[in-house]
């Protein structure tokens, strides 16, 4: 496991095989961003580098499918799956503000019909996982269903955000449902199960599902960010609890039935290493019981490694 923009970032050659069979996609007419409260949504300038010094945020990748009814269809540095279902379909998050109709060309290059989408899911409210949201559900017409402690950020397009402040928003999402930990959603046979893991944001959440191959059955769980990336850990009074928010994710992730790991970030999770493996005949290669037990780990040292550095700081700073 690797915790590192490095394995984030991965920009090899494009997995062949392990993609289904599709007819080609028809074309997409994206529409104008959505407005917000303020009007025109408008990308500050902090936003723009950010997503420029990550390019796999809006690589092109061509849509797989990961297991049984579970497909990837988001660009190659963000994990943004589809799961199908017969009384419907239930995207999990929408990149970057921008990102909507690569995500929307690769849903329809499996064949799929946008408006058989009936929920788009949230992770957490950042703009790399809900800057392309507010237009997937105009386009699809699906439900936005998000962790009640994120839906008033995502409403308000991620600004003032407890550790971002205005400098990463998104055109404001409507949230149409709201969930809280361990609420099930159900649409048909299918299930969902959102279990709070805050501290990246205050909603933070990690959803796990079934999909079956034949009477194969594995729990996927798409894991939420565990991370800290330049939080203030200490004093933050836009975020009090967050220590302890975090200790709390830590031990959700740890403890969960994970059969197949998935994430937001994909190197969370050593995804794509793991698609190569399969690719070169290893089926089960996705396959990774530990997994979800391993990134827990990794994070939760990193964290406690971030908080020593910011308390030492602290000490120091008071040191006459």
């Keep these: 496991?690797?915790?590192?923009?490095?394995?984030i970032l991965l920009c090899g050659s494009l997995v062949q095989g392990a993609y289904a069979q599709v007819p080609a996609p028809k074309e997409t007419t994206a529409g104008p961003a959505p407005a917000g409260p303020q009007g025109p949504f408008r990308m500050p300038a902090s936003e723009r580098r950010n997503i420029a010094d990550n390019p796999?945020?809006?690589?092109?990748?061509?849509?797989f499918r990961i297991y049984g009814d579970t497909w990837y269809v988001?660009?190659?540095?963000l994990g943004i799956f589809l799961v199908t279902a017969p009384a419907g379909d239930v995207l999990i998050d929408g990149g970057v503000p921008g990102d909507a109709p690569l995500i929307e060309a690769n849903?329809?290059?499996?064949?799929?019909?946008?408006?058989?989408?009936?929920?788009?899911?949230?992770?957490?409210?950042?703009?790399d996982h809900a800057g392309g949201m507010?237009?997937?559900?105009?386009?699809?017409?699906?439900?936005?269903?998000?962790?009640?402690?994120?839906?008033?950020?995502?409403?308000?397009?991620?600004?003032?955000?407890?550790?971002?402040g205005d400098r990463f928003p998104f055109?404001?999402?409507?949230?149409?449902?709201?969930?809280?930990?361990?609420?099930?959603?159900?649409?048909?046979?299918?299930?969902?199960?959102?279990?709070s893991t805050p501290g990246h944001t205050r909603g933070n959440t990690t959803w796990t599902w079934m999909s079956c191959e034949g009477a194969r059955c594995l729990h996927l769980v798409d894991v939420g960010s565990l991370s800290a990336p330049g939080f203030r850990l200490i004093g933050n009074p836009k975020y009090p609890d967050v220590l302890?928010?975090?200790?709390?994710?830590?031990?959700?992730?740890?403890?969960?039935?994970?059969?197949?790991?998935?994430?937001?970030?994909?190197?969370?999770?050593?995804?794509?290493?793991?698609?190569?493996?399969?690719?070169?005949?290893d089926a089960n290669a996705l396959v990774d019981p530990a997994?979800?037990?391993?990134?827990?780990?990794?994070?939760?040292?990193?964290?406690?490694?971030?908080?020593?550095?910011?308390?030492?700081?602290?000490?120091?700073?008071?040191?006459?």
């Design 244 to 281: 302890e928010d975090f200790e709390h994710g830590f031990a959700v992730v740890a403890a969960l039935p994970c059969d197949i790991p998935l994430a937001p970030h994909p190197g969370m999770v050593d995804f794509w290493e793991r698609v190569a493996k399969r690719e070169r005949g």
């Design 56 to 63: 796999s945020w809006t690589a092109p990748q061509k849509p």
């Design 134 to 164: 507010a237009q997937l559900a105009r386009d699809t017409g699906a439900q936005v269903i998000a962790n009640a402690a994120d839906a008033p950020l995502l409403e308000r397009g991620g600004r003032d955000d407890p550790e971002y």
């Design 107 to 127: 849903v329809r290059a499996l064949g799929i019909d946008l408006h058989d989408i009936k929920w788009i899911l949230n992770s957490h409210a950042h703009s």
């Design 1 to 7: 496991m690797r915790l590192s923009m490095a394995a």
């Design 171 to 195: 055109p404001p999402v409507h949230v149409a449902r709201t969930v809280t930990d361990g609420e099930v959603l159900h649409l048909g046979d299918l299930l969902l199960t959102a279990h």
């Design 74 to 77: 988001g660009p190659r540095g």
């Design 291 to 320: 997994g979800c037990r391993a990134y827990a780990k990794d994070a939760r040292e990193s964290f406690e490694a971030q908080l020593a550095k910011q308390r030492a700081d602290a000490a120091s700073a008071r040191r006459p």
